[in-house]
């Protein structure tokens, strides 16, 4: 098996990836670590963190092989460039940017390219992305991905905005691949007053909710 594929695996299995947009790089290694206590062991660190390509780096290095450290709000090939020397693991852009697909390939990592419309998921898959980010889901939910699933069922999503305890596992249930999970798993509360038992508590919900998908 690749490593492409191997962390294609590990990101399936619960489905689960929390999207950090910590206010400050040092804050991304204990709340990796409560993440990864709770099940969730994909972990995205949005650029829009400051010194996000150190708290990568530094995070990567600390959980070793307990955690997938990412990359997302990839916009640019330099960007990707950087992530993936960082040690990114997987590289998420939330707009259709095809020209990252080679760059995270030739390192053998996983690629997410983001889409709102069915010509959008297509061309993204055409391009060679292994996921196609669904952002923002929120406006669209669970319904439209069954209904594109139906002509376009080769399509792997991953729904971001708007994901929550209430329609985890409905989002799943209509066929989504893996979910990306911001501000309802790391809030701005939780970062500020740094309650790591809580987001542990909270990234064990949303593991039990990807669980009972299987049971709708």
Known sequence: ???????????????????????????????????????????????????????????????????????????????????????AQFIVSPILRPELVPLAHQADRPVMLGAYTPTEAQLAHESGADFVKLFPADTLGPDFIKSLLAPLPHLRFVPTGGIDLHNAAKFLGAGAAALGVGSALVSKAILQHQDWPELTRLAEAFVQAANSRYCL
Not at 48 to 65: Q, Y
């Open 1 to 87: 098996m690749s490593l492409k594929a191997a962390i294609i695996s590990r990101l399936l299995d619960p489905g689960i990836i929390a999207v950090v947009r910590a206010p400050s790089p040092d804050l991304v290694r204990p709340l990796s670590e409560a993440l990864v206590q709770g099940g969730v062991i994909a972990i995205e660190i949005t650029l829009s963190t400051p010194d996000a390509l150190r708290a990568i780096r530094d995070t990567t290095t600390a959980l070793g092989n307990r955690a997938l450290i990412g990359v997302g709000t990839v916009l640019k090939p330099g960007e990707c460039s950087a992530a993936l020397e960082a040690g």
